[in-house]
């Protein structure tokens, strides 16, 4: 299905796909990826949550537990990708985390490594704790740091930022996180600072790891490459600057199959805030919902009936397809 809202009218990600005989159906659910709070210690240029300390959007107590139901009831759903804003900041984190341990899924957290510092914006609540939290846990940890060096970090997360990101990674670094056989993982995310796609994923890790460990004695398991989405918040930073045709342009034309064939929507659901259901966070921040008899919420969430479903594209899809391709775990070709 082609909701065709970009302002990108030369070729539609449908088009594309049907170009390409590609079949995009789902193949399965493994991941349930849940967006617990759009409330953020930082205010990122990249954002696509549009996520800051003045949010208050907040999942309740009841929809995390049916999210839990849901883990409960399907085995095959084997991870809780926890997202936000800082989830950590949901006054319910550390109840969901707990819980879907306790259930024997594996836990990751998209973490900003500088709300250990920072703590709640609103309520000036502590997060000191955080780092002994996830190693008790065995949750996993993937953190934005844009680059590895404290200019371009800076320039896309705020000021301070790099900084307070190389402590954070020394803590967990202390309680074993990124080091080989301690089975606590750490994993970073490279965006482009600007209009670009990301370079070599490979060749970014082995410069990251290099540069980390050189400067600061840091090491972490996996760098992943992610592209900035033409949506929202960066999109609006296209629009001023006059290059949004132009980012359109370069994602088309880099379009990969290969990488189509690995967006992450064939094999996860994302679930909002409020409880409705997503083929993909993307998705989710551009309220592109399921229709038809397709479960809309977690209260009436189907496993089989959502592994056969249709799975929404738009021209904003050509972000995940370009080049190497994008998708919360980084390369999908």
């Known amino acids: 299905?082609?909701?065709?809202?970009?302002?990108?009218?030369?070729?539609?990600?449908?088009?594309?796909?049907?170009?390409?005989?590609?079949?995009?159906?789902?193949?399965g659910i493994?991941?349930?990826?849940?967006?617990?709070?759009?409330?953020?210690?930082?205010?990122?240029?990249?954002?696509?949550?549009?996520?800051?300390?003045k949010r208050t959007e907040q999942m309740t107590k009841l929809t995390v537990d049916q999210?839990?139901?849901?883990?409960?009831?399907?085995?095959s759903i084997k991870n809780l990708d926890l997202t936000g804003g800082a989830p950590e900041l949901s006054p319910y984190f550390d109840?969901?985390?707990?819980?879907?341990?306790?259930?024997?899924k594996h836990v990751m957290v998209r973490h900003n490594i500088t709300v250990i510092f920072d703590g709640n914006p609103q309520t000036k609540e502590k997060?000191?704790?955080?780092?002994?939290?996830?190693?008790?846990?065995?949750v996993e940890i993937i953190s934005s740091l844009p680059y590895y060096q404290e200019f371009f970090t800076d320039k896309q997360r705020g000021r301070g930022v790099f900084n307070?990101?190389?402590?954070?990674?020394?803590?967990?670094?202390?309680?074993?996180?990124?080091?080989?056989g301690s089975g606590k993982i750490l994993n970073l995310v490279y965006n482009p600072v600007g209009p670009f796609l990301p370079a070599n994923q490979a060749g970014l890790e082995a410069d990251y790891k290099k540069e980390l460990w050189n400067k600061f004695n840091i090491c972490f398991n996996n760098l992943y490459a992610i592209t900035n989405m033409p949506i929202h918040r960066f999109k609006e930073d296209l629009k001023r600057a006059g290059t949004l045709e132009e980012?359109?342009?370069?994602?088309?034309?880099?379009?990969n199959s290969t990488a189509a064939n690995g967006v992450m929507c064939r094999s996860l659901i994302s679930v909002a805030y409020d409880g409705k259901l997503f083929d993909c966070d993307f998705n989710?921040?551009?309220?592109?919902?399921f229709t038809g008899n397709t479960p809309k919420t977690i209260f009436d969430f189907d496993l089989n009936t959502l592994k056969n479903r249709n799975i929404i594209f738009d021209n904003h899809c050509f972000g995940c397809t370009a080049g190497a391709g994008s998708s919360c775990g980084g390369n999908t070709a």
């Open 95 to 104: 109840y969901m985390v707990e819980q879907a341990r306790a259930l024997g």
């Open 247 to 255: 980012y359109m342009t370069k994602l088309i034309n880099a379009f």
């Open 30 to 53: 493994d991941t349930l990826q849940v967006n617990i709070t759009k409330l953020c210690n930082q205010a990122c240029h990249h954002c696509h949550v549009d996520s800051s300390p």
């Open 164 to 180: 307070k990101s190389i402590e954070g990674l020394k803590q967990l670094n202390a309680l074993g996180y990124g080091k080989e």
């Open 127 to 138: 997060k000191n704790y955080l780092p002994e939290f996830f190693a008790k846990n065995q």
């Open 67 to 75: 999210c839990l139901k849901v883990l409960e009831k399907y085995p």
């Open 1 to 27: 299905m082609n909701t065709n809202n970009s302002t990108h009218k030369a070729l539609s990600f449908a088009e594309k796909v049907k170009e390409e005989h590609l079949n995009l159906s789902p193949i």
């Open 284 to 289: 989710q921040m551009l309220e592109l919902g």
